[in-house]
């Protein structure tokens, strides 16, 4: 399988699916070290005893470097996570801030962008749970919005061009766009699939050497079952994590929830503390 492809297998194909493969690989390459073990046991000599205490440290050095790989590549992973729920909350407050800041707009720029950044909120939050491959129209949704966010604020900045929070408002709305890039890049940011594929090759290797030498009987069996679940259940939590689109662990959009939250008020009580007109007086 092509390094490309295989990339593609790990990100489309089902966890659940990938794990029954991984644990019967695992499951094989155990059994196929058991045989040979057996072979080797009917051609013992004099220095089976030393032998015994090579192979121990051997299976000690193997299973002591697979941990080290699935350490490391569950490191990477965890950073690609944390990369994207910082994300999250940078958007989060870039989009707040412009929202507050549009506050200080007149009409009907302020209306404009209040109702577009609603529905951005709401597209980033579709966007979030959505399935990567299904979610087409929610990305050209997504686009649209910001073409649109961009367009009303050239359409509202004549009206605040003498204003010194001008220059301001336009950086907290360059921000919140830039910060579209920034997510959809994390999410397209997944651990090598080199590293992957070395690590399953790893891991049917380390399984045969295990069933290699392992005691014969009910215990080996067991030791050796409970290994392979761990290292196994291990791996495909490093995929699920690097799966930021369809698996299980994902990024908290408790910042947008808030977010959107707090849009959900009136704009009417930014206006509450506004002195009101002062009559004309009377013509005398």
């Known amino acids: 399988m092509l390094p490309t492809g295989f990339e593609n297998w790990l990100l ?15 499951a094989l390459a155990g059994f196929i070290g058991w045989t040979l073990r057996q072979r080797r046991e009917r051609q013992r000599d004099a220095d089976a005893e030393s032998e015994e205490t090579h192979e121990g440290y051997l299976i000690s050095a193997v299973l002591g470097l697979l ?4 350490g490391f590549t569950f490191s990477l992973a965890i950073d690609r ?10 958007e989060a407050n870039a989009i707040g801030t412009t929202y507050l800041r549009t506050q200080l707009l007149e009409e009907p720029h302020r209306t ?13 939050l579709a966007l979030a749970r959505a399935t990567p491959g299904k979610n087409g129209e929610l990305l050209k949704r997504n686009d649209q919005l910001l073409t649109d966010l961009w367009t009303a604020t ?11 929070f001008s220059s ?3 950086e907290t709305m360059n921000q919140m766009i830039d910060m579209d890039t920034s997510r959809k890049t994390a999410r397209r940011a997944h651990v090598p699939a080199a590293v992957f594929l070395l690590l399953f090759i790893y891991q049917f290797t380390s399984a045969g050497a295990l069933g290699y030498v392992l005691p014969n009987g009910t215990r080996g069996k067991l030791s050796a079952a409970l290994v392979f679940l761990l290292f196994g259940l291990s791996l495909l939590l490093v995929l699920d994590i690097d799966r930021p689109g369809d698996g299980r662990i994902r990024e908290s959009q408790f910042p947008m929830e808030l977010l959107k939250r ?3 008020q009136p704009t009417s009580v930014y206006d509450r503390f506004n002195a009101p007109a002062v009559p004309a007086p009377p013509p005398t």
Request: hydrophobic letters at 45%.
């Open 168 to 170: 301001s408002y336009l």
């Open 262 to 264: 707090s849009m959900q």
């Open 67 to 70: 941990a080290l790989l699935t």
């Open 81 to 90: 996570f944390d990369a994207r729920r910082e994300n999250v909350l940078i």
């Open 154 to 164: 050239v359409a509202a900045f004549p009206s605040i061009r003498g204003y010194d």
């Open 12 to 26: 489309t194909t089902p966890i659940w699916l990938i794990g029954l493969i991984l644990f019967s690989g695992m």
């Open 112 to 124: 404009r962008i209040n109702n577009l950044l609603k529905q951005y909120v709401d597209t980033r």
